[in-house]
Each structure stands twice: as structure tokens, then as C-alpha cells.
């Protein structure tokens, strides 16, 4: 790209940051200062006009106590912009409050934002419009399992094959890198918001008690496994009886929610298992050594390394700070925007950025 001076100059002064715009969490990353940003993404909209009304932690407390006129949604729910202009004021309320912290006021930011792999031309367009939509001057793709293996720490522009499982609420990435790119991967529209879903049938399943989305979210989060623990332990579900409409408290057991979660967790297993069959076997040697990796909040799962390292055969372990993984990520590769181009992903015929006129 030819270098306009004037461009040239804000790059200089600008402010750019990374955004790791999740179907749980955003996050975002200033360059020089690291993650400035991290909430919830739910906007909550005036149900007639949706307009948005609240953004973030701000608008998830608003969740199951919304008036009617108010509705609580996660636009990005399924790894993609469901919602586009919903997105779009999202990404602007999350633009705008990391330039609040800029000392420089300089409008405009170049952004990369982490986006799913596997989606279409379209949804990569989307993001990417939404992005100059919320304000920025130049914005760049990455796809999310690159981001986080660089935020993890793996070798992936080195010739040897490396790992990364990546779990969040929508969806979960699996991606196997050599040589600075994604050789293979799967896309499941299995994740964390999935196991929420296992723990809430199951609840009405067994004991006829209604549970909501928070309450299975916690219930996942404290006793949720993928594996047989040293010590099982139990909770409290709050609900209400679907027989009698009544409140009830019942007491549920690692055991239960493990076998709640199964099926889930099977589903991952089974598409880790697919991309191992199809992953060349110098690559094999090479995953023998560095190991699998997991990130993403649903990578958390107590046990999930274990049973992974237990059925495929390969070491697998936890990334540092796992939520964070794709947002540090993008911003390593703000810091050095000019040398690592090469792991951002164009739209198409290859540019991997435009600026907006
Ligand atoms: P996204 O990238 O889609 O925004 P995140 O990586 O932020 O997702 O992960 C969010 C998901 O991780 C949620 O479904 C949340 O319930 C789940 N999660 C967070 N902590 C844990 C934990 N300790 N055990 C299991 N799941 C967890
Ligand atoms: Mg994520």
C-alpha cells in the first residue's frame, strides 16, 4: 500500500486497538496499554425500535428482569453478526470507551478484530463493516483460533505443527497451525451456552425443575466436568417445580451435571478426534511435543484436559488466562502491525485491509 502522508501521521498519533468480540465476552486491547476492556456482549434494546438502550455489564444485569418493553440480546450469539446494527453499537460504545482512555484525542482507531474461522465472505464483511460503521479508520481480520494461539504462546509461524481448542459461549475452534497458518480446523456451534442448555434439560428432565440460564451458567462453572473428580461435590438448584409452580431446592451432583454435559463434551471430543485423524503425520510427531491447547472459558471445564489427553493420546494443557488468550493475541499483533500482516485474513481477493474513504 502506498504510503499517504497524512495517513502516515496518524499512525503515528492513532490509537489502535484489538478487539476480541466474542459470543460470551468482548474484550478490547489497547496498543502500549494491553486489555482495557472486558465485559459481557449483551446489549439491551427497547423491544419495539431496537435501539439500544444498555451495553455490556451494564445491559447483562439487565438480563431476566427486563421489563417487557425492554429485551436482553447477545447479537453475536452463534459466533457471527446475527444483529448488525446491534453489533454495530456495540462495537461503537466499546470503540469509544477505549478512546476515552487516550490521552491523545485522536479520532478514528485501526482496529483487528477477531472473527470466527469458517465464516463466509459475508460475515467476515459484516464484521469488517461494522468495524468502519463504529468509527475506525482502517480495520483488519484475524481469525479467532490464530488469535488466541498467539496470545497463548504457540509457535505457530515456526514449521512445526501446533494445537488450539478454543471454547467459548457459541462456538468452539479447533485449529491446527504450521508454518504461520491454519493447516485444518473445525467450527462447532457447540460450546459453553450449549452445556448451559445440557444442564437446564437435564434439571427438567430428571427433577421437573425449571433452572434459568444463570443459574446453570454457575452450577457448570463451580461443579461442571468433563472427567471423574478426586473429590465429587454438589450444589443447590434454585428453580421452580414445573408440576406444582412452586420454588424448589434440590441438590445436584458432579456426578449428574458430568453426565448432563456429556453429550456436549462428546461432540467436542469427536471433532478433536476427526481433526487428529486428518492432521499429517509429521505434524502427529510435532503435536506429540508441543501438546494440544486449550483456551476460551469453556477450556476451563474441570477435567476437560485429562479426558482430551487421556482419549487422543496427546498432552494437553491450559492456556495462561484462557479468556483472555484472543485479545492479547490481536494486540501482539498490534504492536507489530507492519511485520505480522501476514496472520491477518482478507476479504476477498486477499486485501487484508481497506481504508475508509
Ligand atoms: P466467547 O469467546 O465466545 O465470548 P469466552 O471465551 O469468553 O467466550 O468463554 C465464555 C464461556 O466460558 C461461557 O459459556 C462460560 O460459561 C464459560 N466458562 C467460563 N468459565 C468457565 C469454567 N470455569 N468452567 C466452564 N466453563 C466456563
Ligand atoms: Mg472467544
Not at 502506498?2 to 468482548?26: F, K
Not at 425492554?70 to 446494527?85: K, N, Q, T, W
Not at 471423574?228 to 461435590?233: A, F, M, Q, T
Request: proline share 4%.
Amino acid at each position: 500500500m502506498a504510503r499517504n502522508p497524512i495517513n502516515w501521521l496518524l499512525g503515528l498519533l492513532s490509537l489502535d486497538i484489538g478487539i476480541d468480540l466474542g459470543t460470551a465476552n468482548t474484550l478490547v486491547y489497547v496498543r502500549g496499554k494491553g486489555i482495557v476492556i472486558n465485559e459481557p456482549s449483551w446489549v439491551a434494546v427497547e423491544k419495539k425500535t431496537r435501539r439500544p438502550l444498555a451495553i455490556g455489564v451494564e445491559a447483562k444485569e439487565l438480563v431476566g428482569r427486563t421489563p417487557t418493553n425492554i429485551l436482553a440480546v447477545r447479537p453475536l450469539r452463534d459466533g457471527v453478526i446475527s444483529e448488525f446494527e446491534i453489533t454495530q453499537a456495540m462495537l461503537e460504545y466499546f470503540i469509544g470507551k477505549a478512546h476515552e482512555q487516550s490521552i491523545v484525542p485522536i479520532p478514528r482507531p485501526r482496529v483487528v478484530v477477531g472473527i470466527p474461522s469458517g465464516v463466509t465472505e459475508v460475515e467476515k464483511k459484516a464484521v469488517y463493516d461494522a468495524s468502519l460503521a463504529a468509527g475506525a479508520r482502517e480495520a483488519f481480520l484475524i481469525e479467532e483460533p490464530m488469535a488466541a494461539a498467539i496470545g497463548a504462546g504457540m509457535p505457530v509461524g515456526e514449521a512445526r505443527g501446533s494445537m488450539i481448542v478454543d471454547i467459548g459461549g457459541g462456538t468452539t475452534e479447533i485449529a491446527l497451525f504450521s508454518m504461520g497458518g491454519i493447516v485444518l480446523g473445525r467450527s462447532l456451534r457447540v460450546a459453553g451456552d450449549e452445556m448451559d442448555q445440557d444442564i437446564i434439560n437435564y434439571a427438567r428432565n430428571k427433577y421437573n425443575l425449571a433452572i434459568g440460564e444463570r443459574m446453570a451458567e454457575r452450577v457448570k462453572m463451580t461443579i461442571g466436568s468433563a472427567y471423574s473428580l478426586r473429590e465429587e461435590r454438589s450444589v443447590t438448584l434454585r428453580g421452580r417445580n414445573l408440576i406444582t409452580g412452586l420454588p424448589e431446592a434440590i441438590e445436584i451432583s458432579s456426578i449428574e451435571v458430568r453426565e448432563a454435559l456429556s453429550g456436549s463434551v462428546g461432540t467436542i471430543l469427536e471433532a478433536l478426534r476427526e481433526t487428529i485423524d486428518e492432521t499429517p503425520p509429521e505434524l502427529i510427531a510435532d503435536l506429540m511435543d508441543s501438546g494440544i491447547c486449550l483456551a476460551g472459558g469453556g477450556g476451563m471445564l474441570l477435567g476437560l484436559s485429562d479426558r482430551i489427553e487421556n482419549e487422543v493420546k496427546i498432552r494437553t494443557w491450559i492456556a495462561e488466562d484462557p479468556l483472555t488468550c484472543v485479545a492479547r493475541g490481536a494486540g501482539q499483533i498490534l504492536e507489530d502491525l507492519d511485520n505480522l500482516k501476514r496472520f491477518l485474513v482478507g476479504l476477498e481477493r486477499g486485501s487484508t485491509q481497506a481504508t475508509r474513504r
